[in-house]
């Protein structure tokens, strides 16, 4: 009987494998109502703000001139996307966008690695960094235009004097804080500059460089929106002016809806590209 005992206790018991699987579960299984929940309240303060906007609108609680209403925006979208003329707006802006927003942030990042491989430069191009971001950007629309023509070229250029500085300051100030002893480490081994960058600084800097494109998100949609208000004839932007001028809010708030999905839009494929390379390192 007791050989019986000793042999079956352990099947009885679960090991330390299935702990660990039912435990995953459980995390998982809570995680996925707590996603749920979070969509349903989310889409749920979206209908009810939208319900609320509509009626306001038919019942004169706000001025449906100025603020339109939902069933309008929805009915004059509709009809230009179906004549269209809204298609060709959209693509305009948002190929602006994703120019200006890749290369702000690839030329922002390889100017950052070139001042930390150099030192002297460094300490050269540091006030002149510091005094292009204190400039208002916006301002330097105006020399854009001069420069490159009243054209895309001088709305991107809008948009990297935007998102470049900040990319450099963000991605440089994130090399210069890796920890310096695994620095020291590679170098003990014989590693190079270039090994140390490639192996320790960039790996160590993802979780910056995607927090910049989030950022760079927001800031190549201003460049775009602004530059396009300057010069274009074409674009989400030129939209959102022309409303302006013939007070056609419903075109203005239209324009804008469309702006606030498409960088949902870009923030999320952001968000995937986090997951890919953080999880990874992981």
Do not use: C
């Not at 966008?97 to 922002?108: N, Q, R």
């Not at 804080?177 to 993802?206: C, Q, W």
């Not at 949609?221 to 300057?230: D, R, S």
């Amino acid at each position: 009987m007791k050989k019986q005992n000793s042999t079956s206790s352990p099947q009885a018991s679960p090991s330390r494998e299935q702990l660990a699987a039912a435990s995953l579960n459980a995390y998982r299984s809570r995680e996925r109502k707590m996603t749920f929940y979070v969509r349903l309240t989310q889409l749920s303060l979206l209908v009810i703000f939208l319900a609320l906007w509509e009626l306001g609108s038919r019942l004169k609680w706000i001025d449906g001139l100025l603020f339109s209403s939902p069933t309008r925006i929805f009915q004059l979208l509709y009809t230009k996307m179906l004549d269209g003329s809204l298609l060709i707006h959209i693509e305009v802006t948002v190929w602006e966008t994703v120019v200006g927003f890749l290369l702000g942030t690839l030329l922002g990042t390889a100017v950052a690695a070139l001042i930390w491989f150099s030192e002297f430069l460094s300490r050269v191009l540091d006030p002149y960094i510091v005094v292009l971001n204190s400039l208002p950007k916006v301002a330097l629309g105006p020399l854009f235009i001069v420069a490159f023509g009243p054209g895309q070229l001088s709305i991107i250029a809008t948009t990297l004097s935007i998102t470049v500085i900040i990319t450099i300051l963000v991605v440089y100030t994130s090399f210069k804080e890796v920890d310096p002893n695994l620095l020291k480490v590679i170098r003990v081994f014989g590693g190079t500059h270039r090994t140390m960058f490639m192996k320790a600084i960039l790996p160590a800097s993802y979780p910056t460089i995607v927090s910049t494109l989030k950022v760079n998100v927001g800031l190549a949609w201003v460049g775009v929106i602004v530059g396009e208000f300057l010069v274009s004839k074409q674009g989400l932007g030129y939209l959102i002016i022309y409303g302006f001028q013939v007070f056609n809010f419903t075109l203005v708030l239209g324009s804008l809806f469309i702006i606030a999905i498409a960088a949902t839009m870009m923030y999320q494929a952001v968000a995937f590209l986090e997951q890919k390379l953080v999880g990874k390192q992981e």
